[in-house]
Every structure is written in structure tokens, then in C-alpha cells.
């Protein structure tokens, strides 16, 4: 075991009904960030992460795909493009995945279930209110906000059932007390809001089974009730080490977690029930809750239904996973909301990445190669003018531990970039190049040098949580020892040996040309947009009824097209001159140039309506309208003009 002891950090289990968008991948970017920031400080760190895979949503999700709940969600889980492969994309170090569909999840979660049942604990009921079928959850009249579901909004529906109830009441003060006392549920200013809205109105008892659809855990000692899904859900932190079950291990060594990193939607599950069930099961209380904000768009919630998600893969792709891990730990506080643009994102990494980090490595690296052919001399002194820079540098590490232990990477961010900014500052303030000229300045110029080696070698050491790749190759540029990529070494200035050799590499973070680039991912969100839409949408018949004569009434005719036109200054009428079999031409405007070429049209046998009151367009008079089919393809006007059989002679009545 590690001297320093373990850390056990979990993301919560997502659902596998869509692909996960830029907001999951917020949520376990900054649990990443941290496992990883704790193993670099030489913790023994098991970081879980995992689908929470039953429930009514999966089931219908499922029945509208025509394939089983397990298919449906195998393949969201780990097929391609899934969940599986966007964390391995965004290179998230989980040490292990749990699916709550695997057998000794199901098998413990029956365990547990009986457990709290013979406790006196769960008892049967019935089991009547409002419920929110996408979030799983019923809730009191009293709960709902304008009369939608609290947490998503959407409507809810009266749904009443036999049912299993949990005694949530009974630990209404346990806790409270939890609550208030010291730091498990942060930030702070979420304990008032899980007392106010939820102890002090009083805690219900908690329905834990649902008997009306069947993709859950099923309740071993009671066939037909499935066991409620948070129940399923939240006991994930536990069966992942062995609880209730033989399969998997570690529960001795990293229980009670040291921090469930949640969004602040699911901070009343984690804050309320899980403590509960637990009290409930006689097993430790996790440590800490931290409830994180979320990443807005337009000032609202993404969602798939909104059609406002954006896709990781493309960003990723786009501007590089380290770019995109960064962003998101470093633009906005993780206790809070953020709204996010791409925008904000190709601005920050020009401004923070390209330039600030990205020139000063390649600047140094490139005058080490320059001046000294890429190793400095060994044997100089410091001067008092280089004091500023290596205190800051040497402090550094101090004032991010501080900010990293309480989740404030935000922060922490910034305290590296302000020293990288002090060293841009030295450069100028030295102006190597100055010195260069002047042979018996070598030795002030190795330092200058040295002293830009080492503040870039501590900063690209703090950095490595939040971009592990990027890191890794700006230490091989800067020549940082293997030995010396470590947290220990971060601690200290002047660890670099004297003669430390560069070398040069690969641009890290290239400038991103902001104007094409927004205008490309325009391009491509639209595009992902369109495909979201459904292919076909053809418009609901008509309600009310038309009766017989007044349907009869309408003169539609079989039309032969003798010339057509586009309308000058129109970019949508087309005039055509037809023979409806009455010796008289008749002239009809259409606007449907979109989808026709007047000169494809000449010859043609139409239909159309011959009674309308004559109208004008442009200047024109058209005499009746030629009918058409019309639908949506993909969001978009798709139209179809209704040629006919040219055997149909002009002026057939159609009846
Ligand atoms: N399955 C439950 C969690 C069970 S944990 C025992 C669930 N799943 S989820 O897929 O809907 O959400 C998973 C996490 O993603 C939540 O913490 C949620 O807050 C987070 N996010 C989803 N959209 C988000 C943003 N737009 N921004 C930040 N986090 C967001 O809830």
C-alpha cells in the first residue's frame, strides 16, 4: 500500500440511452483530472466509472429500436462511437468500468435489497403521484414546479402501483446532521439547498420498486416488482469492490469513498438517499459529495430532445483531447454553471495553449538549440534578477495542492499560468538575444535559459492531470529526466541537471484560425443537427371532416405543360402556360424553381386545381394551382409535383 494511503473516486454511472455529449464528458474529465492528480501525488487510486443501464426509459428506448434492452444498451456501452470508446478517446484513467447489467451487480443488488427488507427497513405499500418517466422519478405535487418535473422539466404523469417503500423518513435526521456537519456535500451552498427543499418539508418514505415495466433488477422474493433504479443505481459505488458479491474486491481497502463527483441534478440522491440506504445496511458513509454545475448552452440545459448537444468526438478530433480537456478544467469553477461556445474554447486555447504554454516551450527550446546547440554549459550562478521567477516557480506547487485538494482546479490552472506568464515576462525582461551577441555573456545566458527550462519543466509537471499527452512531450522538448517527472520534483527549483539537453519537437498547440473555424463547425452542427431529425415527417391528416359537395365543389384537371419559365426576379416562381382542354390557354404561377427546372417540365401531364379565384404574383396572374406532394426529409421542404400518365388526355376531371 501507498505511504500516502488510498483514494477512491467515482463518476456517477451514465445512462446508456443517447450518445454522451459534451457535458458527461465535463463531469469525467474533472473526475479524471483529479484521480490522476492524486496518483501523481503518490495515492493508491481506484477511480470507477460505469453505465447505469436498467429502467423504463431503456425498455422504451429499446422497444421504439425493435431490439431487446440488453442489445440496446450493449450497444451504446460498447459499440462503436459509444461510451466505452469516448473514454478511451478523451483518455480517462479509469481503473475499473461497472455495467449494472452484470450478473454480480444484479445478484448483490438482490442481496441488498433482502437485507434492508428484513431489517424492517423496505416494506410493501402502494404507491400513488406524479411521475417523471425520462428522470425515473415520482414526485409530490408539492415537488413539481409549474406542474412539470423538477428536475428536467418535462410533464409528468398520475401513475399509482403496488409498490415497495424504503423508510427514508426515519433517517430524515441522521442526515441532517450529516449534512451540517463538515464538509461531506460541497459546495457549501448545496447542503442549504438539500435542507431547505427536502429535510425541512420533511423526508417521504421512498418508493424502491415499480412494478409496471420489467428492464430492472427483479425483486428475487417478489416476482414482478423490479427493484427502483436509483436503488440499482447508487449501490454501483459499492458492488464495483466486492460488496455483496465474490467477483470483485478492493471494498476493505477503498471503502467508504473519498468523493463522488456528481452533477448537481443527482446531488439529492447522493446527499439523501445513498447516505440513508447506507446507514439503512450498516456500512460506512462516503466521505465527501462534491456536486459540480453544469455546462450550459445558450444560458440552457443540453439535450439530445433540444437538439443542442455537442458532440466531444468532434471537438476532440478537431482541436485535440488535451485542448478540450483543458478548456473545460481551466474556463469555468467547477462548482458552478458554465456556458459553453466554441467560441470560448478556440479563444482559450489560443490565448492560454498556442500562446502563452505553446510559445514559451518552443520559444526556450528553440534559443537552447540556437545559442548553445541544445545543451547548456554547466557551472553558473543564479542572479538576483531571476528571483521572482524561481520563487513563483518554486512556490508554485504549495498554492495548487491547496486548490486541487478542494476540487478548485480552476484555480489551479491559473496559478501555473500566472507563472507562466511571469516567465514570457523574463524572456522580454532578459532579451536573450541581446545577450547572445555579446560573447561574455554566455554564462548570464545559460541561466536565463536554465531558469526558463525549470519554470516550464514545474508547470508542464502540474499540468500532466489535465493533459497527460501534451505534457509528456513537452517534458521529452524540455529533456526532463524520467526520474524527475514526478510530483516530488514539482516541489523544488533547479532539479534539471546544469547540462540539460532540449529537443526539438512538434508545435503542441497550433494557433487556431478563429473565423474559419467557427464557420466550419456551423457547418457541421448543422449538419449533425439535420441528421438528428427524423428522415421522413409527413404532416397529421387533417381532424375535421369535409362534407361531400364541398368537396366536389374543387375543379381539379389533367394539364399538359406547353412552356415554362422562370418569373424574372423571382427565385421561387415558375410561370407555365398549359392546355386544360379547353382551347384556352390558361397561365398558373408555382413556386417551385427549388425543386424544378422550367426546361424539364415542358411536355409534361399535371394536375391541378382550375376554380381558384385568380390571383396575382409579381406583377402576373395566375389562374389555379398545380398540385404537388409535400413532406420533410431531414428537417428540409421536400416536394414532388403530381405528374401523371401522358395517355391522360387534357381536361380529365378527376373525381
Ligand atoms: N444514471 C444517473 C447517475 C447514477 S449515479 C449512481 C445519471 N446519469 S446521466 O447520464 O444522466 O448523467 C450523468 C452525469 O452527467 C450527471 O452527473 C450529470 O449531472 C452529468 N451531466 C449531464 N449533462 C451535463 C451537463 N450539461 N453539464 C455537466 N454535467 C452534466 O444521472
Redo the contacts with the bound molecule.
Keep these: 500500500m501507498s505511504e500516502k494511503g488510498t483514494f477512491y473516486i467515482t463518476?456517477?454511472?451514465?445512462?446508456p440511452s443517447d450518445k454522451?455529449?459534451?457535458?458527461?464528458t465535463?463531469?469525467t474529465v474533472a473526475t479524471d483530472t483529479i484521480a490522476r492528480y492524486k496518483r501523481m501525488c503518490g495515492y493508491d487510486v481506484m477511480f470507477l466509472t460505469g453505465t447505469?443501464e436498467h429502467g423504463q426509459k431503456i425498455e422504451e428506448k429499446a422497444k421504439e429500436a425493435g431490439v431487446t434492452p440488453q442489445e440496446f444498451v450493449d450497444r451504446i456501452v460498447e459499440g462503436k462511437g459509444g461510451i466505452l470508446d469516448l473514454w478511451k478517446l478523451m483518455n480517462i484513467s479509469n481503473d475499473r468500468f461497472i455495467r449494472t447489467t452484470d450478473d454480480y451487480h444484479v445478484k448483490a443488488v438482490q442481496r441488498i435489497f433482502k437485507k434492508m427488507y428484513d431489517n424492517g427497513d423496505i416494506y410493501k405499500g402502494k404507491y400513488s403521484g406524479m411521475y417523471c418517466t425520462p428522470c425515473e422519478s415520482f414526485w409530490t405535487e408539492s415537488q413539481l414546479v409549474d406542474g412539470k418535473c423538477p428536475d428536467c422539466g418535462r410533464p409528468v404523469k398520475y401513475a399509482e402501483e403496488e409498490a415497495y417503500f424504503f423508510k427514508l423518513s426515519k433517517y430524515a435526521e441522521p442526515v441532517r446532521e450529516l449534512l451540517l456537519s463538515g464538509t461531506f456535500l460541497e459546495p457549501a451552498s448545496r447542503v442549504n439547498e438539500m435542507i431547505k427543499n427536502f429535510i425541512d418539508p420533511g423526508l417521504e418514505d421512498l418508493c424502491v420498486s415499480r412494478t409496471s415495466f420489467k428492464w430492472g433488477v427483479p425483486v428475487d422474493f417478489d416476482p414482478g416488482h423490479v427493484v427502483y433504479v436509483?436503488v440499482d443505481?447508487?449501490f454501483?459505488?459499492m458492488t464495483a469492490l466486492g460488496y455483496m458479491n465474490e467477483e470483485r474486491d478492493g471494498l476493505e481497502k477503498y471503502w467508504p469513498a473519498d468523493v463522488h463527483m456528481?452533477?448537481?441534478?443527482?446531488v439529492r440522491?447522493?446527499s439523501i438517499i445513498w447516505p440513508a440506504m447506507l446507514m439503512s445496511v450498516g456500512e460506512p458513509l462516503p466521505k465527501k459529495v462534491f456536486g459540480?454545475?453544469?455546462?450550459?448552452l445558450g444560458g440552457g440545459?443540453?439535450s439530445k430532445s433540444k437538439g443542442n448537444v455537442v458532440d466531444p468526438y468532434i471537438l476532440a478530433g478537431r482541436f485535440g483531447v488535451d485542448a478540450l480537456r483543458y478548456f473545460l478544467m481551466r474556463e469555468f469553477p467547477l462548482g458552478s454553471d458554465g456556458n459553453f461556445s466554441n467560441e470560448l474554447l478556440i479563444s482559450r486555447i489560443n490565448s492560454d495553449l498556442a500562446n502563452d504554454y505553446g510559445n514559451l516551450l518552443s520559444r526556450t527550446v528553440a534559443m537552447v538549440i540556437k545559442y548553445f546547440g541544445g545543451t547548456l554549459p554547466s557551472g553558473r550562478e543564479n542572479s538576483d534578477a531571476d528571483c521572482e521567477l524561481n520563487t513563483m516557480a518554486g512556490e508554485l506547487r504549495g498554492k495548487y495542492e491547496k486548490l486541487m485538494d478542494t476540487f478548485q482546479t480552476q484555480g489551479a490552472l491559473e496559478e501555473v499560468f500566472k507563472v507562466i506568464s511571469r516567465a514570457n515576462k523574463y524572456i522580454d525582461e532578459n532579451a536573450p538575444w541581446v545577450l547572445a551577441k555579446d560573447e561574455s555573456k554566455a554564462d548570464r545566458l545559460a541561466t536565463v535559459m536554465y531558469n526558463l527550462l525549470e519554470a516550464l519543466r514545474i508547470c508542464t509537471q502540474l499540468l500532466t492531470p489535465f493533459m497527460p499527452e501534451s505534457t509528456a512531450k513537452a517534458a521529452d522538448q524540455i529533456g526532463v529526466p524520467a526520474e524527475l517527472r514526478t510530483w516530488e520534483a514539482a516541489g523544488e527549483w533547479g532539479k534539471l541537471p546544469e547540462n540539460v539537453t532540449v529537443c526539438k519537437g512538434d508545435t503542441l498547440f497550433p494557433r487556431i484560425d478563429m473565423d474559419k473555424e467557427l464557420a466550419e463547425l456551423e457547418k457541421i452542427e448543422e449538419e449533425a443537427r439535420r441528421e438528428a431529425l427524423p428522415p421522413i415527417e409527413i404532416e397529421p391528416q387533417l381532424e375535421e371532416k369535409v362534407d361531400f359537395d364541398t368537396f366536389c365543389k374543387s375543379d381539379f384537371r389533367v394539364v399538359k405543360v406547353k412552356s415554362c419559365e422562370a418569373v424574372k426576379k423571382s427565385d421561387k416562381l415558375l410561370k407555365f402556360i398549359l392546355d386544360d382542354g379547353t382551347g384556352t390557354d390558361r397561365q398558373i404561377l408555382s413556386g417551385i424553381h427549388k425543386w424544378y427546372q422550367p426546361e424539364d417540365l415542358v411536355g409534361k401531364t399535371l394536375v391541378a386545381i382550375v376554380n381558384l379565384p385568380p390571383r396575382k404574383m409579381m406583377g402576373l396572374e395566375s389562374n389555379g394551382m398545380l398540385l404537388s406532394a409535400v413532406h420533410k426529409e431531414k428537417g428540409e421542404e421536400a416536394l414532388h409535383l403530381m405528374i401523371v400518365d401522358d395517355s391522360i388526355p387534357a381536361g380529365a376531371k378527376l373525381c
Design positions: 463518476t456517477p454511472i451514465y445512462y454522451l455529449h459534451i457535458g458527461h465535463y463531469c447505469d436509483w443505481a447508487l454501483n459505488y456528481v452533477g448537481k441534478e443527482i440522491f447522493h459540480h454545475g453544469w455546462l450550459l440545459k443540453m
